[in-house]
């Protein structure tokens, strides 16, 4: 295993840029990072911290429709409303926060499109 | 049925301070005639809208806490409605959202003490042990 590491890795940072004049660089150049490298670090690519609920690790219970600050985190510049899947929130935390938004936005606390100006 | 409601609602930004707490005078006794009570008055000020209401660029906001039934809501929300400097109003039910914050700060605090309750005598006992040696 050690070996194999050792192998992979060299070949990766100093034969790479030699074969690179003689062959294309494209297919080379990913390799090392996402090929061999990728199932031993959990199959990817990069390594993505896994993204938790603001509201569980904060310990953030009452998500009301005044706090403009903490709702404007979760709306993008559009306006729109950031789905769970790029923020982390949990599903219970994200409904109520959604129904808050659309509280503010009936109140003129948030808009409803575009930026607040 | 008695509940809790939040009322906030925006005023024009022109209007005369007294014609406000007018208006502010007039929904409490509304209120109390209607067999609720208001529980709190607070004026947020005036502040930056997200959008443009009647022209508006700015409100005066004012949120009214009120504990009453839904007639009582009914009520306000047409006088609202009917006022003209009122650009927009928004009631949320709060007793429910209330109870549930109240009962996971129970639930937090029990859960504090059961989690301290063992470490503490651990320690005790530690000094005590380590007193006597």
Redesign the interface.
Known sequence: MAEETRATTAPAESPAPAEGHGQRPGPRGPRPGGGPGGPREGGRKYFRRKKVCKFCVEKIESINYKDVRLLAQFVAESGKIVPRRLTGVCTPHQRRLSSAIKQARNIALLPFAGRAN | MNRTYEL?F?VRPDMVEEDLDKLISTLETAVSSTGGTVKSVERMGK?????T?RRF?D?VYV?LTVEGGGGLIHELERRLRVTEPV????T?RIDD?QK??EK?KKI?EARKKTSAAPAAPAEGGGETAAVTA
């Open positions: 906030m925006i502040r930056r809208l997200a959008y209401v660029h409100g949120l650009l927009k109003f928004l949320v959202e549930r914050l996971i937090r």
